[in-house]
């Protein structure tokens, strides 16, 4: 397999950080961004620069600026971006009402903006060359709405709405735009609670105040339980990017917890899907 140009978003921590590693030990040339390289994350910044075929660099995936450098400074560099990893992503959790304007935007802006950032800019260089590969990490959240979740899963949802209708539109000019969808795993960032700024709504709630101290607690149990490995989101994301052009799937499930569900419904949506396409004069997408 040819040598490939990839950019990694959020690869400071959890599945980032192994897939960087991973897409690297197989010869590519792995852009890994990063923020605060200098500062909180200089001593991660070190260690995968320290690692062969790994370049990192300090991106604000919320700055058009920001952005717009370091996807230029690559295109100089290499003359191209072959693959697009959109990984970094923002949790919050707790009862939706205490979920402000603000807090909803800084959410959307990281899980859903953050990644279009990404793609307008890599995309003119995939097209001209008729290949490319974008793959966006959102999550089983993404599929289905739990309590609790309920914003973080919106803005899953989102991206998972930006990727479909992506998947299609630029698949018959050589560009391959996948879904990672992991479920519950043991890192950074499942483990940091970040709940609304309005907690003046919390006690509106009390009925069912208990409820999400439960859900944390049966998903800490089932991590106990399962013991998920977060490499095996990162083996899906190599395997993706080994997988001849046109070939890759739509979804990928990563979830050895709430897997079956998740894959149910894709399996669900996907067998109308393809009518709903060829209803609308679009069936010739499918091929």
Do not use: C
Not at 62 to 75: E, L
Not at 229 to 236: F, L
Not at 241 to 252: A, D, H, V, W, Y
């Amino acid at each position: 397999m040819s040598r490939k140009i990839v950019l990694i978003t959020g690869t400071n921590s959890g599945f980032g950080w192994l897939s960087a590693q991973s897409i690297a030990a197989l010869g590519h040339q792995v852009y890994a961004t990063m923020r605060d390289t200098t500062g909180r994350n200089a001593e991660k910044a070190q260690l995968l620069s320290a690692v062969e075929n790994i370049t990192v660099i300090d991106v604000n995936v919320g700055d058009d600026v920001s952005v717009k450098q370091a996807i230029d400074q690559i295109i100089d560099q290499e003359g191209s971006i072959d693959v697009l990893v959109n990984n970094a992503g923002y949790s919050m959790n707790g009862v939706a009402e205490s979920f402000t304007s603000n807090d909803v935007k800084g959410l959307f802006d990281i899980n859903v903006f953050a990644p279009w950032r990404l793609i307008r800019q890599v995309l003119p260089k995939m097209r001209k060359k008729g290949e490319g590969l974008i793959i966006n990490v959102t999550s089983g959240f993404g599929r289905v709405s739990f309590p609790f979740a309920t914003m973080y899963s919106a803005s899953k949802f989102a991206l998972e709405g930006l990727s479909e209708g992506l998947h299609y539109e630029l698949r018959p000019l050589g560009v391959d735009v996948a879904i990672v969808q992991p479920g519950a795993f043991p890192t950074e960032m499942s483990q940091k609670y970040h709940p609304g700024s309005d907690d003046s709504v919390t006690a509106g709630y009390s009925a069912i105040a208990e409820v999400p101290g439960k859900m944390m607690a049966a998903i800490g149990g089932l991590l106990q339980a399962h013991n998920p490995n977060p490499q095996d989101v990162a083996d899906a994301i190599v395997k993706l990017i080994n997988l001849e052009k046109g070939k890759r799937p739509l979804r990928t499930v990563v979830d050895p917890i709430t897997g079956e569900l998740i894959e149910a419904a894709n399996q669900a949506v996907a067998s109308e899907y393809g009518k709903g396409l060829t209803l609308f004069g679009m069936g010739e997408l499918l091929r």
